[in-house]
Each structure stands twice: as structure tokens, then as C-alpha cells.
């Protein structure tokens, strides 16, 4: 990779599992850098934070490497195109009622608690499936609605707030996917789930350079 | 709502893919990165590779053969054979496995439980290899080869008590037969625990795989019957749908209004049809 190269960051904090999104994207032949240093998320043309397992120690593990900070600094301040996977979408709620209260980014409206499924269905939601949105979102194009995704989770949003554009039934309808301008946050796992993952991340990496582009980026 | 998974297995023998036949004969197929590559081309919804000469080797996992075709999934991903300890579990998980399958270790200490611990219950699936004994069925281990006097009901129900978060069950007598699954055997364990179950040996056609499907099975498994023929996977998947199985299938080569015969391999085509074809521009998609 040409040190020039627009390149995205892959927040390490520890917890998500970073392999196969860094495998997707040098597929998709886009540079990446996977690391937990302000420094490459200063200069990324967009941050990807997957995550897998518990939000207090998600929100811990940020916190202790500053990384709070600087998301705050160059995503929610900066505008910087994010995309945050599973935990990473989680995080961006007020809080989570998983193992007692625990305090998010508070950049989306509403709260984080266990997946209220009827009798019947079991947790964690776990394997394929279809999720709805609007056949012209610019995140789902190449794709329509209905379309498969792969899913591993025991929490999700507890509310429907304005910025959820992608639902999912599994027993009880919940938010799949989040967006406040250039902040997008997906429940299901992009890099697990074959085609349908990778034009979705084609179509953010694409978002990314084109806000890059357009200089609107800090 | 979720869908039933039809999901790839591929026995490795030595670092090569195999097809087994009745836990005894096996025949050499191919690389592991090739095969893991081409299925999830296919649209596989999982693939499990299980190592089948670790534990009767007394060796544990092969970690770079793993990392080797682990890149070339992008649907999770299945790792067992020779897991001995939490510490195979936590390399499995770091060079690229979703999931373990523990087999051989299932009743080792702790294991079970403290992989789940760490990882979650959804990471580490109990493998239970089965056959017929007298009028019930007995498990067992070390490749097929160590009686444990458990019968699976036993052993999946005492895997998914210590947090095993799924049964991936083996009919040792149907391996290789492309007879169909034991579904006396898999209703014995699909009964005895809410824990998914997922099914094996014996598919040879989508009307199998659709029995296993309705006997209550999240996953229905397949070994050799996927390495026959290009898409294998992909009409497999077609064949559910057109016997009403409701499944993701959503490669851009879908064979939608293709006929298939019964075994789910491709119908001749009228020659005039296939001489047409000849002329056909098939664009191969980018993303």
C-alpha cells in the first residue's frame, strides 16, 4: 500500500474480531489499518469498529486506550464515515442494561437491552437473516430488501429511534441498522456474511471516499 | 426469520480434504483453501472443517493450516479435530475460526465450559459421532474409535448443561452412504435438547437434506455430496427451494427456472437450448 493511499481504520480495542474484516476489505482491494493509535484514525478516510461480546467491557476497553476521545474527535465531531459492526452499533446507544448499567457513547437516542423475544425462540439471535429497508438507501444498494444477513447477538436497541433505517423480525421487530449523517451502525456482522456483506462494505468504503473527496472531512 | 442453514463439512486428512465413507475409507479430494474458497462462492451458510487425524494422532489443532483457509471464509467459519485444552480453543478463535467443535476432549474438565465462558456459548459446538449398537445408539470418540457407553441424547445434554451452544451430530453408519440421515438417531438428540442441532452423514440429495430440515434440525450438513460438480452448493440450494424449504440463497447464479433431477444435479438441457447457450455473454459480477 502506497502511504498516500486513502486507507481505513480497524479499531482494535481488544475485543472485536478484526481478522475477517480486515480479510473482506483486501478483497475488496481497500487498504486498511488495524490498530488502536489516534494517529491512523486521524488520518483514515473512515473507521470500521467491529465488535463481539460485552458492552461494559466494549466501553471499558475504548475508554482505557483514549479511544472514546477520539472517536468523539473525528467521528462525531469530525465527521469522519463510520461503520460501526454488532458492538460497534451497540455502543453508539445511551446505555445497555447487560450486566447492570453501563454507560455508551450516547450518540443514538436509546438504550441497549436484551433481544425481548416471545416463547418459543431462543438467544443469542444467531445465523441468517432477512432485514428491511428503503429499496434506494444508498448502504443497501446493489441489494434488495430481504436481503440475508448474518446475525450473533443477545442485545440490540430497546427503542426505535428516528436514525433506524433497517429492521429485523426475529419473534419481535428490532432496529438492525442505525445512521446519523456519517455515522452508521449495523447489529449484524457485514464480514460474515458473504455477498451481501461485501457490497455493503463496498457501498461504505465507497461513502467514505466520496466524503473524502468532497473535503468534507476533518 | 431465520432461516435453516445448509451448511459445508470437509473432513482433512493429513491437510487435505477427503471424502469419508463409513468412518473407515477415504479418498483424497483437494486443498482446504480451495474447497473453503469455492463453497462460500457457492453461497455455503457455514462451513465446518473438522480435522480428522488430530486426536488419534495425539497431536492438537494444525493452527497455520487453519489461518491458511480461514481467510478465504466470509461466512462463519467451524474448526475441531485434536482440541485439547482452553488454549487450542483461544489460538482456533485468533487465527480464524467463528466456532470450535469439541469431540474427542467433550468431557475434559472444564473445557466446555470455560471455552463458552470466554467466547459464548454460540462459539463452541459439542461433536457428537454416533453409531448404531444393539437397539440404541452408542458415541464415539477419538475418531470413531473409543466407545464412551454414552448414548448421544446423554452426551449432547450433558455438552450443552456445561454451555455448549450447539450439537453438531455424525451418523458414523450413514457417513459416505448418500442414503439419507439417520433421523431416528437425530430425533433422539433433537428431543433431548433446545440447543440447535445440527445434522451429518448420509446427505446424497436435496430431498435428504429437506427430511433433516423437517426432523428439527437448524443445520443440515453435507461432506461429499458437494464435490461432484461446480455450484454443487448452489443447486443444493435451489433443490430446497423447489421442494418448498424456505433458505438463503442469494449467489448471482441462483439457477432460478433451471430443472434439476432428483439427485440435484443439473437436467440435460434440450441441444438446441445448449447450442443457444453457446452464444451467451455471461458477465461475472464485481463488487
Not at chain 2, 430425533?187 to 433433516?212: M, N, R, T, Y
Request: one cysteine or more; aromatic letters at 8%.
Amino acid at each position: 500500500m502506497n502511504a498516500r493511499d486513502p486507507f481505513f481504520h480497524i479499531v482494535d480495542y481488544g475485543i472485536g474480531n478484526i481478522a475477517s474484516v480486515r480479510n473482506v476489505l483486501d478483497r475488496l482491494g481497500t487498504p486498511c489499518r488495524v490498530s488502536a493509535d489516534e494517529a491512523d484514525m486521524a488520518r483514515a478516510v473512515g473507521v470500521i469498529l467491529p465488535g463481539v461480546g460485552a458492552f461494559a467491557a466494549a466501553m471499558d476497553h475504548l475508554r482505557r486506550r483514549g479511544l472514546v476521545d477520539a472517536l468523539t474527535r473525528h467521528v462525531l465531531q469530525g465527521g469522519k464515515p463510520y461503520l460501526g459492526i454488532c458492538l460497534g452499533m451497540q455502543i453508539l446507544a445511551r446505555d445497555s442494561d447487560e450486566g447492570g448499567q453501563a454507560q455508551g457513547l450516547g450518540w443514538i437516542d436509546s438504550s441497549v437491552r436484551r433481544v425481548p423475544v416471545p416463547d418459543g425462540l431462543s438467544l443469542p439471535h444467531v445465523g441468517w437473516n432477512s432485514v428491511w429497508f428503503d429499496p434506494d438507501d444508498p448502504l443497501f444498494a446493489g441489494l434488495a430488501p430481504g436481503a440475508h444477513f448474518y446475525f450473533d447477538h443477545s442485545y440490540c436497541y430497546a427503542s426505535d429511534p428516528p436514525e433506524t433505517f433497517c429492521r429485523c423480525d426475529y419473534g419481535v421487530v428490532f432496529p438492525a441498522a442505525v445512521r446519523r449523517g456519517n455515522i452508521l451502525g449495523v447489529q449484524f456482522h457485514p464480514e460474515k456474511s458473504q455477498r451481501s456483506g461485501m457490497k455493503l462494505l463496498r457501498n461504505f468504503t465507497n461513502f467514505a471516499l466520496q466524503v473524502a473527496g468532497a473535503g468534507n472531512h476533518a | 426469520m431465520l432461516k435453516k442453514r445448509l451448511a459445508a463439512v470437509l473432513v482433512i486428512r493429513s491437510g487435505w480434504v477427503v471424502q469419508s465413507f463409513g468412518f473407515s475409507r477415504h479418498l483424497p479430494v483437494g486443498r482446504p483453501e480451495i474447497a473453503v474458497e469455492y463453497l462460500n462462492r457457492w453461497g455455503a451458510d457455514e462451513i465446518i472443517c473438522l480435522d480428522m487425524t488430530a486426536s488419534p494422532q495425539g497431536r492438537g489443532p494444525d493452527f497455520e493450516a487453519v489461518a491458511a483457509y480461514a481467510r478465504h471464509s466470509q461466512c462463519p467459519l467451524t474448526v475441531g479435530g485434536g482440541i485439547r485444552d482452553l488454549g487450542d480453543v483461544e489460538r482456533l478463535i485468533a487465527v480464524g475460526a467463528d466456532k470450535v467443535a469439541v469431540n474427542t476432549a467433550l468431557d475434559e474438565g472444564s473445557l466446555v465450559a470455560d471455552a463458552a465462558g470466554l467466547f459464548g456459548s454460540q462459539a463452541v459446538v459439542a461433536s457428537i459421532d454416533a453409531r448404531r449398537v444393539g437397539a440404541g445408539y452408542e458415541v464415539f470418540r477419538n475418531g470413531g474409535r473409543q466407545p464412551t457407553g454414552l448414548s448421544p441424547a446423554q452426551a449432547a445434554q450433558r455438552a450443552v448443561a456445561a454451555g455448549a451452544g450447539e450439537v453438531l451430530l455424525t451418523s458414523m453408519d450413514r457417513d459416505g452412504s448418500g442414503q439419507g440421515y439417520d433421523l431416528e438417531l437425530a430425533d433422539s438428540v433433537i428431543q433431548a435438547v433446545a440447543a440447535p442441532v445440527l445434522l451429518c452423514g448420509g446427505a446424497g440429495e436435496p430431498a435428504h437434506l429437506l427430511d433433516g430440515a423437517r426432523a428439527g434440525a437448524s443445520a443440515v450438513c453435507a461432506a461429499n455430496m458437494f464435490h461432484h460438480c461446480e455450484h454443487s452448493l448452489t443447486l443444493a440450494k435451489r433443490g430446497l427451494l423447489d421442494l418448498g424449504l424456505e433458505v438463503r440463497l442469494e449467489t448471482n447464479f441462483d439457477y432460478a427456472g433451471v430443472a434439476l433431477a432428483p439427485d440435484g444435479r443439473l437436467a440435460k438441457r434440450d441441444d438446441h437450448e445448449l447450442e443457444a447457450l453457446r452464444f451467451v455473454r455471461v458477465v461475472e459480477e464485481t463488487i
